[in-house]
């Protein structure tokens, strides 16, 4: 849950998602070469994190939602 004193401006909000793609073509780029290697346990390693990294983006690009514990 992000407090909203702690929601980033939207010039950095931009450059997250602008580092997240580079990084995320990456791990895309070195799940293929795994896969092509043979390397199939690497690459599932490898595409479960490419995934929580779009998990991330996604949590930081949704709308602040308030949360009651009660």
Known sequence: MRD???QLQPERTTQIL????????????????ATYLGDT???HELGALGS???E???????PHQ?????
């Open 41 to 43: 346990e690497r690459a």
């Open 4 to 6: 909203t004193r702690h």
């Open 52 to 54: 929580g990294v779009s």
């Open 18 to 33: 602008g580092e997240a793609a580079i990084v995320c073509k990456a791990i895309e780029r070195h799940r293929l070469t």
């Open 66 to 70: 308030q949360f009651n514990a009660a």
């Open 56 to 62: 991330l983006i996604l949590a930081l690009t949704r």
